[in-house]
């Protein structure tokens, strides 16, 4: 296959697939609640779709406690979903070990 067809593969898969995102009763707002940035923090994480998981570059803009809302592009599509904390790592962290939430409550 060459360039053009795998980004039209991409495309077409970027579109039906849909990330699984953590639900309300998961994210629990009330107890735990949203920390907004921006300029967004460039991340690594783990996106969960339907049987399989990818590891993507991406950023947030916002979190919590356990939860980080990850953004990111996949075949010419913006999306959004919310995931764990311990799937979620800085890009400009050289380890690459440390979650999101664990260096933003140190922080503090």
């Known amino acids: 296959m060459d360039r053009e067809a795998l980004a039209r593969l991409a495309a077409r898969y ?9 639900t309300l009763e998961e994210l629990d707002f009330e107890h735990h609640p949203v920390t ?6 460039p991340v ?4 969960r779709f339907p ?6 570059a991406g950023e947030t803009f916002g979190w919590t ?5 990850v953004c990111w592009t996949h075949g010419g599509i ?6 764990w904390a311990s799937a979620v790592s800085r890009r400009d962290d050289p ?3 440390t979650a ?4 933003t409550v140190k922080g503090r």
């Open 14 to 22: 970027a579109r039906r697939a849909k990330p699984v995102s953590l």
């Open 100 to 103: 999101l939430g664990e260096r």
């Open 78 to 83: 913006r999306r959004t979903t919310w995931v």
């Open 44 to 47: 690594w994480a783990w996106i």
């Open 51 to 56: 049987g399989s998981a990818e590891l993507v």
């Open 95 to 97: 380890t690459g070990k």
């Open 36 to 41: 907004r940035v921006v300029p967004g923090v």
């Open 65 to 69: 406690l356990r939860a980080v809302q």
